[in-house]
Each structure stands twice: as C-alpha cells, then as structure tokens.
C-alpha cells in the first residue's frame, strides 16, 4: 500500500471513530476536509496478477467484468443470479476475488459507517450513496411495510432505490451465507472510479459525458475498452461499473485496496460490512 493509500485509510478510520463516538455531523465533515488531500491524483495502474472478477446488477441479473492477466479488454458475462454468473465464469477462469456492487453485511439497528464514509468520500456525487435498511426492513413485503419497520429499528425512512434493490440484495445476502468459495467483496463503483481518476467523476454515468469519462479512466488505470458495451438486459453503464468493481478487486489481489471502515463493522449477521476501494 502506497503513502497515499495509508493516509487514506488512516482518514476513513479517524473519520468512523468520531461518528461513533457521536461526534454531530458538521464535525466529522470538517474533519473530512481537514483530512482530504490537498491534491489527490489517479491512482497508479494496477498489474493483474490473477483473473478477477467485478459484478453489477442489471435488468438481465447480473453483469460481470472478468480481467484477465494478459488479455487485452474486460469479457462481459451475464447471468441471471449471482450464483451462476460466478460459476459460469469459473469454468473457465481460476477467480478467487470477486467484487459487488450490492450492500453486504445488513444493520440490525442502525445505519452502516460503510454509506456514511463512502458519500464523505464522493463530494458533490455523495446522493449516489443510498443508505442501506435493516435487514428487518429488507424482509418486509413491500416498501411501506420496510418504511414503518426500518423508521422503527433505525429512525431512518425507506427511499425507492434502497427498496428497489431488495431482491438483489437478498439474493447476494443468501449466497454469501452459504459460504460460496470466492472472497467477496462489497465495492462502489462511484468510490472506485473516484479513486481510479483523483476525484469523483462529475457526469453521470447514464450521459455520453458520463460513459466517455469513465472509459477514459479505465483506459488510463489498465482496462481496455470492455468486449461490449450493451445487449439484452444490461447497459453501458452496467457494464462500466462492473469493470470499476473488477479493477478493485485486482487492488485487493495486489494488496493495494483499502476498506471504509477498516476494521469493518460486524452485525448479528457475523458478515464484515465494509466498502473496498
């Protein structure tokens, strides 16, 4: 882990202990300043020792970005759960990191340090951070069922996309607790391109502007242009952000990724609950 890379880490823990000590919010934001780089620069390219593997949602179920030593772009694969797309790949590929942009490790009670020190770490794009429910509100049947339950446990209301994303949520949840035989990681692609490229990237990701910078970033970090772009049930912007979780998870391959919070926290669940950069 580089100088640049400790300070951050140093940073993200200073910045959980005060939130957990109560520190009111105005606090710790100013201490994120205080803390922040004068200059933060792009993060130097990762070298791929192994395949590794990077996953988002879409409407088919799953988009994965398999990075292969000596292969010259991403190869885009889809499936519909999470469990197939892994073993499909696998069949081929020797991954034993893959990383997901999905909530993992669900609050009994509270909200997570993870959401809270990954919007600090996005300024100005910290509204693509939604606040993960408790796992009680994910079991509720419907979205105001979740509301009444999580305002109950956390104090914390439901927002569409934090609902919209039950399903795929469970369905990550049920698999990492069957054990499967990959390390897993939880990754934000937005925090990933933000230290991919040296600040958050501005456009969103759905834009032209958006696409173009953040191939740009992934060319600039290794990562060749993907395969495919789009197809039957998954986008562009599906597919990018499976190639920021990939190039993460090739950061923890090469020892150079960090976590927010490091140590994680540890709900009722027994799951570390932390985002990997």
């Known amino acids: 882990m580089g100088a640049d890379e400790e300070r951050a880490v140093v940073a993200a823990e200073v910045l959980h202990r005060l939130a957990a000590a109560g520190f009111a919010d105005h606090v710790v934001a100013g201490m994120a300043e205080l803390l922040a780089p004068a200059a933060s620069g792009p993060a130097p390219t990762v070298e791929l020792a192994e395949p590794v593997l990077g996953v988002d949602g879409c409407r088919a179920g799953w988009v994965g970005a398999l990075l292969e030593p000596g292969a010259p772009r991403p ?13 499909t790949v696998r069949e081929n590929a020797a991954v034993r990191v893959v990383g997901i942009d999905i ?4 609050p009994d009670d509270t909200t997570r340090a993870a959401d ?7 300024p100005g794009k910290a509204s693509s951070v939604f606040t993960t429910l408790t796992r009680a509100a994910y079991a509720a049947p419907d979205r105001a069922a979740a509301d009444a339950v999580n305002r109950g446990l956390s104090g914390q209301g439901v ?8 399903a795929k949520i469970l369905e ?3 698999w ?10 939880e990754v934000h692609p937005e925090v990933s391109f933000a230290a991919m490229a040296g600040a958050p990237v501005a456009a969103g990701k759905k834009t032209d502007a958006g696409r173009t910078a953040r191939l740009a970033a992934l060319a600039a970090a290794g990562i060749g242009r993907p395969s495919v772009l789009d197809g039957r049930g998954y ?10 979780v990939a190039w993460t998870a090739a950061r923890r391959v090469a020892g150079r990724s960090h976590r927010l919070p490091d140590p994680p926290e540890v709900f009722s669940d027994g799951i570390p609950a932390a985002i990997t950069v």
């Open 75 to 87: 190869r885009i694969v889809v499936a519909p759960t999470i469990a197939r797309l892994v073993e």
């Open 103 to 106: 909530p993992i490790g669900l």
């Open 116 to 122: 809270a020190l990954a919007r600090r770490a996005l």
């Open 159 to 166: 927002g569409a996309q934090a609902f919209a994303l039950r």
């Open 172 to 174: 990550v949840d049920a």
């Open 176 to 185: 990492v607790r069957a054990r499967p035989t990959v390390e897993v990681l």
């Open 235 to 244: 986008a562009a912007d599906d597919v990018l952000d499976a190639c920021a």
